[in-house]
């Protein structure tokens, strides 16, 4: 049987290709305006990069903000759900699961049987999420795929005393205007959406081992700074930030 899983967030789209579990191929392009024409061009890729026709696809589940906008889901499914099933499928080892996707975060607490045990998550507010690094990331004027080396050169982590992402910003501002290096600042954005994470995962009761999901889980600097909080290492997989559609492809089997 072949399925497919589209996800489709806030900042970027996904879709993943499966034959009888096993991944063919993985899509990722920018969300953009229009949720469901970015969705059924990275569902296109992916069949494309996988050889196979739509009309060879068996079933095909959405998930994600826009998964209620793609014309050819036969299922929609949460994101808790399809990134829970996703892990499991690929790295049935796990027991927490940690997600910072464009504009929420959520740690997911799962048991022997890749279901969902427990979760919590932020969906208040854009802090320590993927757009709350591209509005630092613009502040600094640093491209954001570099933050992650970047910290790694800091002297010291500056203190970045507030997340709400516009008082955050006001702060790195004030702290270029004062003088401190970018690697420092970088550094602090990391310990305070660590810091912010932490305190998230704490709540759930987590259980090792952990994995962290998402396209932040992509920023080594953001790990590093949650390993350290944590006291224990974080695994990540390869396809990390398109676990989501992986998901959602092996819910499409199920139903």
Excluded: W
Excluded at 21 to 31: I, P, Q
Excluded at 125 to 137: D, K, P
Excluded at 199 to 208: P, Q, S, V
């Amino acid at each position: 049987m072949i399925t497919a899983g589209v996800d489709i967030g806030s900042i970027t789209a996904k879709a993943a290709v499966l034959k009888e579990g096993e991944v063919l191929a993985v899509s990722v392009g920018f969300t953009g305006y229009n949720a469901a024409q970015a969705g059924m061009k990275v569902l296109a890729e992916a069949l494309a990069e996988a050889g196979v026709a739509m009309e060879g696809v068996d079933a095909v589940a959405a998930t994600g903000y826009g998964r209620r906008s793609l014309p050819v889901a036969g299922t929609i499914v949460t994101e808790i759900t399809c990134h829970a099933a996703g892990v499991h499928l690929l790295h049935p080892r796990i027991r927490t699961l940690v997600d910072i996707g464009g504009q929420d975060s959520k740690a997911i607490l799962m048991g022997d049987d890749g279901k969902v045990k427990n979760f919590v998550m932020n969906d208040k507010c854009a802090a320590g999420t993927g757009r709350f690094l591209e509005v630092m990331a613009r502040a600094l004027e640093v491209d954001l795929d570099s933050f992650g080396e970047l910290s790694q050169r800091a002297e010291r982590a500056a203190r970045i005393s507030n997340l709400c992402t516009v008082f955050a910003e006001s702060e790195v501002i004030s702290l270029i205007a004062a003088g401190e290096e970018r690697e420092n600042i970088i550094a602090g954005i990391h310990e305070a959406i660590g810091s912010r994470v932490f305190a998230m995962i704490n709540r759930l009761g987590y259980k090792e081992p952990i994995m962290m999901t998402g396209g932040v889980a992509k920023n080594k600097g953001v790990v590093a700074a949650l390993e350290r909080q944590l006291g224990c290492p974080i695994e990540i997989s390869p396809y990390a930030q398109c676990m989501g559609a992986i998901g959602a492809a092996v819910v499409a089997r199920e139903k």
